[in-house]
């Protein structure tokens, strides 16, 4: 268990030096984007599989790059979570369950395999944002670091996507 020591007006501070109220409230917003997340990857997965058509080759690549950096994130989030001493979601029952992201099946063709990519990844950056405001109250810069950074990534494969649907 994790050492606490009163702080002001009888908070309590958890281990990496955070209010415990605030770190739990936090813990909860970064395991919905965990279980967004995992949606997400899935989506993902389904998209790179099923893709069909003329852009085949290059979303399928496209949609395993992405996956491949949505399975990485999700590792680095179960992790902050565990160090803020909560608990990663890890059920397929509890991702569908807290996610934001709907799943996704069938999808073949490009413009909806795409479509459902951009939708899924706005709504992420949302809750990243939701997250990281959150974050910034606690005064937890490490979160608040990798969540910005991570939106800055996210919003620039937006962004690509965008443009090549645009075409």
């Known amino acids: ?66 996956y491949t950096k949505a399975q990485t994130f999700i590792d680095v989030l179960a992790e902050r979570i565990l160090t803020l001493e909560g608990r990663p979601l890890h059920t397929y029952s509890a991702y569908l369950k807290h996610s934001a992201v709907k799943e996704q099946r069938d999808l073949s063709g490009p413009k909806e395999t795409v479509g459902c990519v951009k939708t899924d990844m706005s709504s992420l950056i949302s809750l990243q944002r939701a997250a990281l405001d959150l974050a910034g109250k606690a005064g937890d810069e490490a979160t608040g670091t990798m969540l910005g950074d991570n939106i800055t990534a996210m919003e620039k494969d937006l962004w690509m996507l965008r443009a090549y649907s645009a075409a």
């Open 1 to 66: 268990m994790a050492k606490k020591k009163a702080g002001k007006k009888g908070s309590s501070i958890n281990s990496v030096g955070l209010d415990v109220a605030k770190s739990e409230a936090l813990v909860g917003s970064l395991n919905g984007l965990l279980a967004a997340y995992q949606v997400h990857y899935q989506n993902l997965r389904g998209c790179h599989w099923n893709i069909s058509g003329p852009t085949f080759f290059e979303l399928h690549a496209k949609f395993e790059e992405l």
